[in-house]
């Protein structure tokens, strides 16, 4: 018999009758709150489609309309609200989807691949909406430049003075708009790792035993 | 109905409470974090109780849920219940109880298996605990010539661990 073996029976002969919880602590814990990382990816889910959905209900404030309808871009703007709305209730929908497959009395690859399904989907949703932004963004910047008459009202409205060169201003709204997504996506990847690290680590881990 | 959902779940949990005891001592290394995790199991379990068919034993399906928790679900915290013999729960998960040459034996191993991977430690538990491999392959979801292979890579590196 080796090491294993005999550390086996051992393992066997340990005594958990002193260790016992009473029935009466298992009640109280039953109505005790779950710390489970599930729920912190849902709430976080969550607040990233709040996120995107008051980013859209700021950007999309008056300030602007009357700009785009002066620039002829009044259809094409409702269109592209309606789709990206659209697109996102295709997305909370798959997520809830997804959200509801995660079963823990499932095995542990499949209850692992379940969280990084759900988690994919709100990580589509964001890239999908950087993407978008990208998109819109540069179409919004070629319709400012692509007529002079185009530009100055863009100036006039963004209070910005008329002696600014073209492309001063070109290079400066391109960059704030490359700037800005990203950030957004370093900061969401950062966030994206540290939340996964484990689950994906011990999700790769068990992968590799299968090859 | 749902009281006697819950007293039958209670009965259940409070015969087989020794595996997620077994759990919790190998995924964490003092009596709070062991408290934290035998909560959280303990609710796991009973928010999954209504999805348990019976077409498993209740200790295999407890064998998943309480591993799948340790490895997955479980964040380290501290918002535990406050009942009032808090301090005599408290007692009764420490763990200076074993005796002489099985404490020592059982110290030792632990140590090694602390050093373990989450999924290491999984597997090397269900086979502590003698359950056929089919079982532990279809525990983990992985195949069962994988389980044993990767079973005995882990019992080699657990005899080095164990004899430096």
Same mark, same amino acid.
């Given at each position: ?211 | ?25 190998? $995924?964490?290394?003092?009596? =709070? ?6 909560? %959280?199991?303990?609710?796991? #379990?009973? /928010? +999954? ?41 408290? $007692?009764?998960?420490?763990? =200076? ?6 404490? %020592?034996?059982?110290?030792? #191993?632990? /140590? +090694? ?52």
């Amino acid at each position: 018999m080796d090491q294993l073996d005999k550390l086996k029976e051992a393992w066997k002969s340990q005594d958990y009758s002193k260790h016992k919880v009473s029935t009466n602590d298992i009640y109280k814990m039953l109505l005790a709150k779950s710390t489970s990382y599930v729920k912190w990816i849902f709430y976080i889910s969550i607040i990233e489609f709040l996120v995107v959905i008051a980013l859209n209900l700021l950007i999309d404030n008056d300030k602007y309309l009357d700009l785009y309808i002066q620039m002829g871009m009044k259809n094409m703007i409702q269109i592209v609200t309606v789709i990206s709305y659209l697109i996102m209730i295709i997305f909370i929908y798959l997520f809830y989807k997804n959200y509801r497959k995660i079963n823990v009395g499932t095995d542990a690859k499949t209850l692992m691949k379940s969280i990084l399904n759900t988690r994919k989907t709100v990580k589509y949703y964001i890239y999908f909406n950087l993407g978008f932004m990208a998109v819109s963004s540069a179409m919004l910047l070629n319709k400012i430049f692509s007529s002079s008459e185009n530009t100055t009202t863009y100036k006039l409205k963004s209070q910005i003075p008329e002696a600014f060169s073209d492309t001063t201003l070109l290079i400066i709204l391109s960059a704030s708009m490359v700037l800005v997504i990203g950030f957004i996506l370093l900061v969401y990847r950062i966030i994206y790792g540290i939340l996964l690290r484990r689950l994906k680590r011990n999700y790769k881990e068990l992968e590799q035993l299968d090859k | 109905m749902t009281q006697e959902l819950e007293k039958q779940f209670v009965k259940l949990l409070d015969e087989n409470q020794n595996i997620i005891h077994k759990v919790c001592r190998v $995924y964490t290394n003092n009596s =709070d974090a062991h408290k934290d995790l035998f909560q %959280e199991v303990t609710i796991q #379990l009973w /928010k +999954a109780y209504p999805k348990f068919r019976g077409d498993a034993k209740f200790s295999t399906w407890m064998y998943r849920v309480a591993l799948n928790t340790a490895i997955t679900l479980y964040r380290k915290s501290k918002r535990r219940i406050q009942t009032s013999d808090i301090s005599d729960f408290h $007692y009764k998960l420490e763990y =200076d109880e074993y005796d002489g040459e099985i404490e %020592e034996q059982m110290q030792l #191993l632990y /140590k +090694a298996i602390h050093q373990l991977s989450d999924i290491e430690k999984a597997l090397i538990l269900l086979y502590l605990e003698d359950k056929p491999y089919k079982e532990i392959a279809e525990t983990m979801g992985i195949t069962e010539v994988n389980a044993r292979v990767k079973v005995n890579r882990i019992k080699t590196k657990l005899k080095t661990i164990l004899n430096p």
